[in-house]
């Protein structure tokens, strides 16, 4: 009798283990200004969520084989300072398209299409 390798899927979430916290260095390749505070907590298994600049979100998140999917947004709706706006924003879009994590540049990246969109360190 002959036995079958199967190969190991890759855990998407290798990168971002439960009980994580990130703080959020760079979106859509922009180094947030200071005083622009982004977090990212993965507090249990389906979730993540944190600060965004002066708002609290979360996201349900899951695996589809090797890919990462991150499900829709729950945020409050805290009026912040006006020139932080575009990176709320933008943060909240990119996390939506993403669909791996993967350790890089001292932190993790946050990958949609191969595309690194958000960086962030411990």
Known sequence: MFALAIPATADPFAALPVGSQWRI????????????EIT???????MIGGKVICNQYSRPIRAVGE??????????????????FKYEFAFNDLLGKVDAVRA????IEFLSAGAVVITAAE
């Open 104 to 107: 890089g540049g001292g932190g």
């Open 40 to 46: 990212l907590v993965r507090a249990d298994a389906g």
């Open 67 to 84: 890919a990462l999917v991150v499900g829709g947004l729950t945020t409050t709706k805290m009026l912040c300072d006006f020139e932080f």
């Open 25 to 36: 260095t760079g979106v859509a390749g922009e180094a947030l200004p200071a005083g622009a």
